[in-house]
């Protein structure tokens, strides 16, 4: 029996996680693979891990080889600070504007998607660029930023409109909005129930770790990123790492949308390990 | 300022050290980067990592480009366990006989070309190939084994007779034998000695942590791999991590050694970081 191929998500959002990891000794007992998300998704898919948090739409697209960890997903219930909508003009008016859309991220964009098309009721045209907000802003009338450049537009003065996409969507739908779940290969999960069982608890211990420590956590965060320790503080209580029930209609809600907007072909039904 | 990027050896020597890494939390202040030796070597040199254990001959190959950590190597004192050579008859009656090298370790094919050819005096002729003892045997009169290939075969009966190169490098030379630095790309060491000296710091708490747990650690390895507590608490013991003068003597001993057989164009001076 070898340890279980466990993946993790390389940026800040899966920080505070890595650290409940380290103090808890985790990495003993699972070999930790360091990726973005879209990769970790190609990796899960391809059998070289396990267990790794993908991205939402990266697993409805392939939900039927998936079952998912139960008490934990990126989530966020109102306000996640890191995807955000800046704007030349209130929302309302980019009917027929264009939008830029950075290219790291496809769950976001299907979200802007969604909360443009449905929520907002404007049908601009989109632009997929590389998230420098300067360049998207000298060719489109807003921009969708996430992760880091998101974070660094949040807390900056600025001339344009800033739109929340956590929060917007959990003031239209009154649900959670989930960014990613841990994933297990349906197969390992039958071969090896017991292993599953043993991370999925190590992941909750330490995510029940990191929720007593986030004051620690951010002072760590801020002697090797690039944002001061209230930053972090203040992104790191807006972040869920909630699955729970409401959280999961959420992610189904998020799905119906994005396949009502010709994002997703099937909405599937969603497995949990030991449900 | 980003955190050190480390390199780490994903073979069984290297996990007292891994153990010793997680329990002292260094994870937090390192980026971890895990693959076979040669690999790292890569890394390092095109700038991917900027400390990382290397083996000894690859380290020979670019000594100008690096500095070494004064405290910490892959070292044996008389038996090693892990690096044997299997032989159907007497090693003193293999001229111009067949030895068959496991292809996947230079610095270890270079210490059995050096004890064969300067110690026992023999000129065999040699076949480099994949590590299968079976297949080895069938083509050649002797066989070089490393890491779990070699253990297994180190406790196994057998009516080959077995030389642990390790043992029999100290008989010879009256010295420590060095397989593994860990170098630092001299750039790295030049515009960050600080970080350098924590990083060194904490390989050397962790060191210090798994000598004195070395019960446990057995434990815990016999709990993932393929071997017995006992086999793994004897290899552990076996195994140093030491680099104390006398150990760098073994060093350039060894380089030397490579360099009278033809194996390295030039014996380089060792340097060593903070000296």
């Known amino acids: 029996m070898r340890r279980p191929r466990l993946g993790h998500i390389q940026f800040l959002n899966c920080l505070p996680l890595y650290y409940g990891l380290v103090k808890n000794d985790v990495l003993l007992d699972v070999d930790l693979v360091q990726a973005a998300p879209r990769d970790l998704a190609t990796m899960l898919l391809s059998g070289e891990l396990d267990i790794a948090p993908i991205p939402s739409i990266e697993y409805a697209r392939h939900a039927e080889e998936f079952v998912l960890l139960p008490d934990i997903a990126i989530s966020s219930n109102g306000e996640v600070q890191s995807i955000l909508l800046l704007s030349k003009e209130p929302v309302e008016g980019l009917d027929s504007k264009t939008v830029a859309l950075t290219d790291t991220s496809r769950t976001s964009q299907v979200l802007a998607r969604i909360l443009l098309a449905r929520h907002w009721g404007v049908s601009p045209s989109y632009a997929e660029m590389p998230p420098d907000l300067a360049s998207m802003m000298r060719d489109a009338d807003a921009a969708l930023l996430i992760g880091d450049d998101a974070l660094r537009a949040y807390w900056q003065q600025s001339d344009l409109l800033k739109y929340d996409l956590g929060a917007e969507w959990t003031t239209w739908t009154g649900?959670?909005?989930?960014?990613?779940?841990?994933?297990?290969?349906?197969?390992?999960?039958?071969?090896?129930?017991?292993?599953?069982?043993?991370?999925?608890?190590?992941?909750?211990?330490?995510?029940?770790?990191?929720r007593t420590n986030l004051d620690a956590i951010s002072e760590y965060a801020a002697r090797w990123e690039s944002f001061p320790v209230a930053y972090f503080r203040s992104y790191f209580d807006a972040l869920q790492f909630r699955f729970e029930p409401q959280y999961r209609e959420g992610l189904t809600r998020y799905l119906t949308e994005a396949s009502a907007i010709g994002e997703l072909d099937v909405v599937p039904d969603i497995s949990i390990f030991g449900a």
């Open 175 to 210: 649900l959670p909005m989930v960014y990613a779940v841990w994933a297990v290969r349906r197969e390992f999960a039958e071969q090896q129930p017991e292993a599953v069982a043993n991370v999925s608890d190590a992941l909750t211990a330490s995510l029940a770790y990191c």
